[in-house]
């Protein structure tokens, strides 16, 4: 058990998943689109998943997400999916 006990030409997908976006062997972000379906009317809502500001429904206003930092934090209850690439 030393220093070059790790595979630096080959690391594991759990290391490259938690290292820094410009640290990784393929750089990208972490960020993405997510499609928010409003708890009380159902609509969907596409919310960025760092939003800065709060995020309400088109339809019945209800608050969606609330900015918590880096992320944003998603309402209890709302049911949500990742967008896939365009």
Do not use: E, W
């Not at 972000?29 to 995020?55: G, I, W, Y």
Request: glycine share 6%; net charge positive; aromatic share 6%.
């Amino acid at each position: 058990m030393g220093f070059l006990d790790a595979d630096l030409l080959y690391p594991s997908l759990k290391d490259q998943k938690n290292a820094h976006k410009k640290k990784r062997l393929l750089q990208g972000p972490k960020s993405c689109f997510l499609d928010v379906r409003c708890q009380s009317c159902s609509k969907v809502t596409v919310v960025f998943s760092h939003a800065s500001t709060v995020v309400m429904c088109a339809a019945c206003s209800a608050v969606l997400a609330q900015p918590a930092g880096g992320k944003a934090r998603l309402t209890a209850g709302s049911s949500f999916r990742v967008k896939s690439d365009i």
